[in-house]
């Protein structure tokens, strides 16, 4: 590994650089293009430009709120299980140098894109200064934190209608609220399930069956809130609520019986019937709000 003659150890930090970004999570991004799918504007080319950038950007940001959490996290990290192996700075592939300086190259991306849709990096803004606040306070508060993971999806949606100039109805941010609630919540249920409390401070001062009821309150609360969407302000997606509530009944066995959920991206990205119901159901919304003329 630390043969430089050989060029591995470059390859390897290149590798760890690219790992430390953690570009499976950026799928939470996709959240970002909520507005253009609901606001029918998908087939946009100036909307869809707009919409993707605000994606690109996001994940530039959601990447460097993971390196900064990193590095505060670099010693917990090192005494975890799987930690110290799958996260490069507690391995030791990549140093805090190097982690500095991706750090710095993504922020000023983020600057650069301040000239092109700065309403968009504004909302980013405010997402960076929500996850430096979680990294070095919020995540140690109960309620609170899940609160925070939360409140990261809804400026998604955020950046998303300001992309587009758009408004998004009150009931969709309700929804993705809930739905946000519902996977961190499962989240810190898994993790103190499987691996107890003594990796992350704050499940001392939770329960696995307050979880759970936390969790049955959030997934209701996103159904009756999706249900309220489509019945107020788009009624052609009452065919996409079937694959919503079977998505959170598969979600749900994924949980209990597979032992899924402490990352909400890999139990998406895993079992396919899951992410069969996630295809279907953008599908689904894109014929029924499919742009008519006149």
């Not at 499976?24 to 998908?42: D, E, R």
């Not at 408004?167 to 919540?185: D, P």
């Not at 499940?203 to 996103?222: D, F, I, N």
């Amino acid at each position: 590994m630390h043969d430089t003659a050989g060029g591995r150890l470059p390859l390897a930090q290149l590798r760890g650089l690219g790992t430390l970004m953690r570009p499976k999570q950026w799928v939470k991004n996709g959240f970002v293009l909520m507005p253009l799918i609901f606001t029918s504007k998908f087939l946009d080319a100036n909307a869809v430009s707009h919409a993707l950038l605000a994606v690109l950007l996001f994940c530039l940001a959601s990447s460097a709120a993971y390196i900064v959490n990193d590095m505060h996290d670099i010693e917990r990290d090192r005494r975890h299980p799987q930690k110290f192996k799958s996260r490069p700075l507690a391995a030791g592939i990549v140093s805090a140098s190097m982690a500095l300086a991706l750090l710095a190259v993504l922020y000023g991306a983020l600057i650069c894109g301040w000239f092109f849709v700065p309403n968009v990096v504004l909302v980013i803004g405010a997402y960076l200064a929500l996850n430096l606040a979680y990294t070095f306070m919020l995540k140690h508060q109960p309620v609170v934190d899940i609160f925070t993971i939360a409140i990261g999806f809804a400026l998604r949606v955020g950046a998303g209608a300001v992309a587009l100039d758009v408004s998004v109805s009150s009931w969709m941010f309700l929804t993705t609220l809930c739905l946000a609630l519902y996977l961190a919540v499962v989240k810190r249920r898994q993790e103190l399930r499987l691996d107890g409390p003594e990796w992350r401070k704050v499940l001392e001062m939770y329960s696995v069956s307050l979880m759970g009821r936390y969790a049955e309150m959030s997934a209701t609360c996103a159904l009756v809130f999706y249900g309220m969407f489509v019945m107020s302000d788009k009624t052609q997606l009452v065919i996409t609520f079937p694959l919503v509530l079977f998505g959170f009944f598969r979600y749900w066995y994924v949980v209990e019986e597979l032992d899924g959920g402490e990352s909400p991206t890999d139990a998406l990205l895993t079992d396919w019937p899951l992410l069969l119901t996630v295809v279907l159901w953008v599908g689904a919304c894109a014929w029924a709000l499919w742009p008519t003329k006149g």
